[in-house]
């Protein structure tokens, strides 16, 4: 392993103060060169990593997650023993130090910033979602597996494969909404359109996907273009914006359902989201909405945002409820299910990423693609740790009424 070429001792003494100022002495080996380390605390913790020089470690200080997650991807420190995902929970599930205290309290002075990138990042929509969802089909179907799904999977008990934790979810999905035989579905932001495939054959609807994203509205034409007559006529794919997409028309289907679109939307948009809905349901239908919820209203982290989902945002429940409600719709319930579904779901698709590396690397898939996925997959891990940010999934089950009120 190729550690980082620091200057002297000097350089090292003052990287483990600021290290020690930082995270504490919680255990962290820190390694220099060979035969050269120092350990923060009394315990060895299992992680041992090669610190990144003062430059780096200085941004870390003003921006600690957005260096910190650079530094990875670019190299700049090592991890040398122990999991990403271990380290990253160590980090973030104990008490801050005073100085990271303080950092806190600074940090929430950028919170009208915060908001206004996020009222404004939705007239960007498109180009947010192609970031990330654009990669082609073959990568997201090596880890994602057979079901091609990517959200939070259902782990009931005695689940014990990701594709069946997948189906479980699809089907939660399917009776929250009511969906029955020739209902007129439309899935939200249908990705690779697993769920319109689920809802046509195993329900009998007539299944409508939206998406903006070129390489998923293929494939899901792909596939469907597969499947018997009986079922390919039941499915229609559309490559448009949601709030494109027969927006002179009132009452079109029966039910809506959506999933792990709403964390793409951004704060200026979920009134207009849920005016949207309404528009399209018939009178008394149905719509599941599934998002990742986190337990009160917060920022986005700023690694996430520059890195994998610009624009995006976790919403809290509440954030969920209150424009709905003000769309004229009514809330009949809400599930939101613990956050090991979704920690469980990411542990397998890191594994799998892991796994299928050494087939898919090469050319643009250099040893950066490798660590962005790597710290994105176990960041967000560890995103659902109680201890961590305690993040869980929702879903909001709404109507909309027989009668206008």
């Known amino acids: 392993m190729v550690l980082p070429n620091y200057a002297g001792q000097w350089e090292k003494d003052i990287i483990t103060r600021v290290m020690r100022m930082m995270v504490g002495d919680i255990g962290l080996r820190?390694?220099?060169?060979?035969?050269?380390?120092?350990?923060?605390?009394?315990s060895y913790c299992g992680i041992t990593m090669a610190p990144p020089r003062l430059k780096r470690?200085?941004?870390?200080?003003?921006?600690?997650?957005?260096?910190?997650?650079?530094?990875?991807?670019?190299?700049?420190?090592?991890?040398?023993?122990?999991?990403?995902?271990?380290?990253?929970?160590?980090?973030?599930?104990?008490?801050?130090?005073?100085?990271?205290?303080?950092?806190?309290?600074?940090?929430?002075?950028?919170?009208?910033?915060?908001?206004?990138?996020?009222?404004?990042?939705p007239l960007h929509a498109r180009r947010?979602?192609?970031?990330?969802?654009?990669?082609?089909?073959?990568?997201?179907?090596?880890?994602?597996?057979?079901?091609?799904?990517?959200?939070?999977?259902?782990?009931?008990?005695?689940?014990?494969?990701?594709?069946?934790?997948?189906?479980?979810?699809?089907?939660?999905?399917?009776?929250?909404?009511?969906?029955?035989?020739?209902?007129?579905?439309?899935?939200?932001?249908?990705?690779?359109?697993?769920?319109?495939?689920?809802?046509?054959?195993?329900?009998?609807?007539?299944?409508?996907?939206?998406?903006?994203?070129?390489?998923?509205?293929?494939?899901?034409?792909?596939?469907?273009?597969?499947?018997?007559?009986?079922?390919?006529?039941?499915?229609?794919?559309?490559?448009?914006?949601y709030r494109e997409y027969r927006k002179d028309e009132t009452a079109i289907f029966d039910k809506v359902v959506s999933v792990g679109m709403y964390e793409h939307l951004g704060l200026g948009q979920y009134r207009h989201y849920f005016d949207t809905i309404r528009r399209y349901l018939v009178p008394g239908g149905r719509a599941v909405i599934h998002s990742i919820v986190r337990p009160k209203?917060?920022?986005?982290?700023?690694?996430?945002?520059?890195?994998?989902?610009?624009?995006?945002?976790?919403?809290?429940?509440?954030?969920?409820?209150?424009?709905?409600?003000?769309a004229g719709l009514d809330i009949e319930t809400v599930y939101v299910h613990e956050g090991e579904n979704y920690r469980r779901t990411l542990e397998v698709w890191r594994e799998r990423f892991h796994q299928i590396w050494p087939e898919i690397r090469g050319g643009a898939r250099d040893d950066e693609f490798f660590r962005l996925w790597d710290f994105y997959l176990a960041g967000s891990e560890s995103a659902f740790v109680p201890e961590v940010a305690n993040m869980g999934v929702a879903h909001l089950v709404i109507r909309k009424p027989r009668y206008d009120r």
């Open 128 to 241: 947010n979602l192609h970031e990330h969802y654009n990669l082609d089909a073959d990568f997201y179907h090596r880890f994602l597996g057979e079901s091609m799904t990517y959200s939070c999977a259902f782990w009931e008990p005695g689940t014990e494969t990701l594709e069946q934790a997948q189906l479980n979810k699809l089907n939660k999905v399917a009776q929250r909404a009511q969906v029955q035989p020739g209902d007129r579905v439309l899935d939200i932001g249908c990705g690779w359109g697993r769920l319109t495939r689920f809802l046509a054959t195993d329900y009998g609807a007539d299944a409508h996907g939206v998406t903006v994203t070129p390489g998923q509205f293929k494939e899901a034409q792909r596939v469907a273009g597969e499947l018997p007559e009986e079922v390919r006529s039941r499915l229609h794919y559309h490559l448009t914006d």
């Open 57 to 121: 470690l200085f941004q870390m200080l003003f921006q600690p997650s957005l260096a910190f997650g650079d530094g990875y991807v670019k190299g700049d420190w090592r991890l040398v023993e122990g999991d990403l995902y271990e380290l990253l929970v160590l980090l973030t599930s104990r008490s801050p130090t005073k100085f990271m205290q303080m950092y806190n309290t600074l940090a929430d002075l950028r919170t009208p910033a915060f908001l206004m990138r996020h009222l404004v990042m």
């Open 297 to 326: 209203p917060g920022k986005t982290d700023e690694w996430i945002h520059r890195n994998i989902f610009p624009g995006g945002y976790i919403p809290a429940v509440s954030e969920m409820i209150a424009p709905a409600e003000k």
């Open 30 to 42: 820190l390694v220099f060169g060979p035969g050269e380390e120092v350990l923060l605390g009394n």
